[in-house]
């Protein structure tokens, strides 16, 4: 299997071609208010998303996913769409799982929260996999899991990785063992919703998504812009 195409954009505002017909443009990865290490609010989230030229954002903040149902409810009459998604920290480092419904806990191995996701129908998903200044699966624990038959996606291009051979790294990794290859902003502050997106065909739940994946096309660029200040009150999670 060849390794997936990397292509660039100049800034998510400002899209590097138009969007192919039938298809639809999904940033794997970002976070709200619910991770607690972002500040973003939903109106916010919504106005990125929209401003942004992303149709479906996986919402995956830290350890929670109630933020996912109201999300989507404040993008309804925009014709947006959110998969409910949860970043989970294993013993030996973060796990993605997306389309479930029910929070999986943190502090279980590798094996153990990836088997959770997928009891759930869910995907597993490995973020920033290759990324020593973030807490990314351990390379064993990606191996392991990888021989296991219990890694669906790789992302290969994520917003906040600053080196671009770590991404690299990431879309070798896929290629080599037959991974698909997703990509996403990690986003914690709104304009940097849509740094990294797939394209793909339309889809109606985790089965479709994965079929459209094998096809879809990869974009992103690195997006560590600070976020300006403005006083803010964030409500609890």
């Given amino acids: 299997m060849a390794a997936p195409s990397v292509e660039a954009v100049a800034r998510h505002q400002h899209l590097a071609e ?3 017909p039938g298809c639809v443009r999904v940033d794997m990865h970002a976070h709200s208010f619910h991770s607690g290490d972002s500040t973003t609010t939903f109106d916010e989230l919504t106005t990125a998303i929209t401003s942004s030229g992303i149709d479906v954002l996986c919402l995956t903040d830290h350890h929670a996913i109630r933020g996912a149902s109201a999300l989507a409810e404040s993008l309804r009459e925009s014709g947006h769409r959110v998969i409910c998604g949860e970043e989970i920290r294993s013993h ?10 029910e929070r999986i806990p943190f502090g279980m191995s590798a094996m153990e929260t990836a088997k959770a996701i ?15 200044l973030r807490r990314n699966l351990q390379e064993d624990s990606l191996r392991m899991l990888t021989d296991a038959g219990m890694v669906d996606a790789i992302e290969v291009i994520n917003s906040k990785t600053s080196l671009s051979s770590l991404n690299a790294r990431a879309a070798q990794f896929a290629a080599d063992h037959d991974l698909l290859a997703g990509a996403g902003s ?19 739940d985790a089965a479709s998504f994965l079929a459209s994946l094998r096809s ?6 690195h997006w560590d812009e600070p976020r300006p200040w403005t006083p803010r009150i964030v409500p609890a999670n």
């Fill in 186 to 204: 990690d986003a914690h502050v709104p304009l940097a919703i849509g740094g990294a997106f797939v394209e793909l065909e339309d889809f109606t």
């Fill in 216 to 221: 879809a096309r990869v974009y992103g660029h």
């Fill in 18 to 20: 138009p969007q192919t």
């Fill in 92 to 101: 030996t480092g973060e796990i993605i799982g997306l389309f479930i419904n």
């Fill in 118 to 132: 997928r009891d759930q129908g869910g995907i597993v998903y490995i973020p920033h996999p290759f990324d020593p």
